[in-house]
């Protein structure tokens, strides 16, 4: 195609949208609302799988050591549980370690604690166990609890199969959403712009009288439905990127002390701003090549 040709199209396209402002308008606040749509859910999602990974991260299984087990035998423990399919990492913390922890988990009182039972601690060693994929965690427990010197395992039974439920159907209701907001948005988009070109047709037979290609007439549509894309996204990525930006800044100081994670706002929110535009380029071209087929069948 020559240069020509391709400035003649973008003059074209850009002209439609002047001619035909209302249905510009109307077009650009289809884009808008359902891309702004998309977004939020994509954001919730995006940040959704994002604390899924950080709770699943912090799942592991604590092995409780018979306490009249000798140091061989618990060699021969650790060994084992190393053996285990599952099992990505095996750390060993003595129950002089374990009185510890407890203690400064009582705060001011843990030491009077330590203090009482520094000459006969009751407590057991442990093995904290991390599985490759936390779903396997049930599985790796289950296989743990039948090796020899073992005296205890817990990994939250019961809470952590429950947990991992609410996450899977939460990930899939996430996604099931954005699905849903993709095709809404193109339905919309499509039939929006469906009516300019019908309000066009004439001008669209005139062409083919007069000899006009397919191409030639499809090329000035499809850019048009590139531009209403773009306009369209305008608003949800200031929206976007200016509310996440707020939000993060104001939970980012609390969740600090916490195990829940949400994706910085650098790059997170201009990488949502880029899929916003260019899901908008592509949606308002596809609608206009989807709306113009029609016209320029033989």
């Not at 439609?16 to 954001?43: D, E, Q, Y």
């Not at 948005?185 to 669209?204: D, G, H, M, P, Q």
Request: glycine share 6%.
């Amino acid at each position: 195609m020559k240069i020509r040709t391709v400035g003649r199209h973008i003059k074209e396209s850009l002209k439609s949208l002047v001619r035909n402002g209302w249905m510009t308008f109307a077009s650009v606040s289809a884009v808008t609302v359902t891309l702004l749509l998309v977004g939020v859910f994509l954001v919730i999602l995006m940040n959704l799988n994002e604390m899924a990974n950080s709770i699943e991260q912090d799942v592991k299984i604590k092995v409780f050591v018979e306490t009249t087990a000798s140091e061989d035998q618990i060699n021969q423990l650790k060994t084992k549980l190393h053996a285990i399919k599952e099992v990505e990492s095996v750390t060993f913390s003595s129950k002089d370690n374990e009185l510890k922890n407890l203690a400064n988990s009582m705060g001011e009182e843990g030491q009077v604690f330590v203090e009482l039972f520094q000459d006969s601690n009751p407590l057991s060693d442990v093995f904290i166990v991390k599985t490759k994929n936390p779903e396997d965690t049930m599985t790796a427990a289950e296989k743990i609890k039948k090796l020899d010197f073992v005296d205890d395992v817990r990994y939250g039974e019961g809470v952590v199969e429950r947990l991992f439920h609410v996450l899977k159907v939460s990930r899939n209701v996430g996604i099931f959403l954005i699905i849903g907001l993709f095709f809404t948005a193109t339905f919309l988009i499509s039939n929006t712009i469906k009516i300019t070109i019908v309000a066009r047709r004439r001008e669209i037979e005139i062409m083919r009288l007069v000899g006009a290609t397919n191409g030639f007439i499809r090329w000035p549509f499809f850019l048009e439905g590139i531009w209403l894309g773009v306009l369209g996204s305008i608003i949800p990525i200031a929206l976007i990127t200016t509310t996440y930006k707020e939000i993060y800044n104001s939970l980012a100081p609390q969740l600090q002390v916490s195990f829940i994670h949400i994706l910085e706002a650098t790059p997170f929110a201009y990488q949502v701003s880029g899929l916003l535009l260019l899901l908008g380029c592509l949606i308002g071209a596809w609608g206009s090549m989807m709306s113009v087929r029609k016209f320029l069948k033989v």
